[in-house]
């Protein structure tokens, strides 16, 4: 079978590799596709370096959907055939923050978002197949295309800091950065109950699509938004700012955009690996108007459950944040290098490994 591998830095190959064999509990799945994210590009730019700021080789293509063609011994055949995305597995019930309580917050869960957990792959979903361990897996409701699925995991990203910004019936929410993630979370405050949605990003054809998804108004630079934000609801400023980009002056424009008393929510880890600078904010700046500052890491299985409800629904939309034409493997390496040249005016390009 046909896996891609990130050889050197901004360098890709196509292997032939060994099927994974199947261990308890686990299932092979044939991807229909995978998403090309930030963070991939971010492990693209920085290549399999060993040190600590590496990317396990099974994040390097970790948003994905699949059917699954073989399963385990333990594992009900029934299974054979199914619809799938590969998702964060429930809170393990054993490791220290699960045996204090705190199942938000589990070291299982956390490596499987990173790609980091024992039973990984030694590869991502840039493949025709992979192992995954079954509590990872989550069916594809009747109603969303294997195309959208895939969409699932950043959407998870996005409920997450949503649900933990504590937003309100009615808020002004901002969003910097209207990359997938903060499409994402612009649609889905929206549908927590937002009263009126900003955005901030440099790029036009993403601003249209924030638009399009559900933004009121979206701008290029934040002063844009702090001016719109003037007149918008009680023109005090945003109640919720979702720093989605990690990047530069992002966090300094998220809080610049926050009323008094506000919230600013960093989703996420910022691709540093790929170049661009921390993003800081002057201690004074928060203090003085009473800045709230929150932070969200990945997600957790309800957040999973509840976007694809919506989904399936059909009131989560993510069919526009995608590229419509999938590339083939042999098109990955040139893809990655094409967006890390030219990150600019493209949808999310998905991989169809076995097309
Ligand atoms: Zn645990």
Known sequence: ??????????????????PASLVPGSVIVEISFAGIGGSDLAAYVAGPSSDENSWPPAWFGHEWSGR??????????????????????????????????????????????????????????????IRVDTRRLLRI?????????????PASVAAHAVTRSGMALGDVIGVVGAGTIGLLVAELARLAGAGRVVAVDPEPMRRELACDLGADAAF????G????????GSGLGADVVFDCAGLGDSLASAVSMARRGGTVVAVGVADRRGGGSEPSVGRLDLVRREITLQASL?????????????????????????????????????TLRDLVETPRGRRKPLVAPNA
């Open 68 to 129: 699954v063609v073989d399963v385990g011994d333990d594992v009900p055949h029934r299974f054979v055939g199914e619809r799938v995305v590969g998702l964060a597995p429930p809170a393990c019930g054993t490791c220290r923050p699960c045996g204090a309580g705190l199942t938000s917050h589990c070291d299982f869960v956390l490596e499987a978002i990173v790609g980091a957990d024992p039973l990984a792959d030694s590869h991502g979903a840039f493949a025709s197949q």
């Open 298 to 334: 990945g997600y957790v299985v309800s957040d999973s459950q509840r976007v694809l409800g919506l989904m399936a629904e059909d009131r989560l939309r993510v069919a526009p944040i995608l590229d419509p034409d999938p590339i083939g493997l042999h098109e990955l390496d040139a």
């Open 220 to 223: 290029a630079p934040a002063d």
């Open 141 to 153: 409701p009747e109603g969303v295309d294997d195309a959208d699925a895939v969409l699932a995991e």
């Open 1 to 18: 079978m046909k896996a891609a591998r990130l050889v050197a830095p901004r360098s890709v190959e196509i292997h032939d590799v060994e």
């Open 225 to 232: 938004a702090v001016d719109w934000l003037s007149r918008a």
